[in-house]
């Protein structure tokens, strides 16, 4: 394996660990924290339906999050929670307005 592949391959590999740690999270939404307002838990609640309702697993949200974000250009040079959040609001839209 050339250096310049490998250095790519692990770039990949950590991107999909990232992705799976950000997926894990969207999970985890369903635990409400002490401080969470009912707004974020409205939020929550709307991306962790979507998710349910779309049949994804957590392998499955890394992989399209990390598909998502490098077919745009504009996110490849972001955070890869920033491409979950904007995957997220793609497939399930914005949440409700909440007061």
Do not use: W
Not at 48 to 75: D, M
């Amino acid at each position: 394996m050339s250096g310049r592949y490998a250095a790519k391959f692990s770039n990949v590999l950590q991107l999909r660990c990232q992705t799976a740690s950000n997926a894990s999270r969207i999970s985890a939404l369903a635990v409400r924290s002490p401080a969470e307002t009912d707004a974020e838990a409205k939020i929550g609640a709307h991306y962790r339906t979507c998710v349910s309702r779309a049949k994804i697993t957590n392998s499955q949200l890394a992989e399209r999050t990390l598909v998502f974000g490098a077919a745009r250009t504009s996110l490849q040079s972001v955070g890869v929670g920033t491409v979950m959040i904007n995957y997220l609001l793609q497939l399930c839209r914005k949440p409700p307005q909440v007061k």
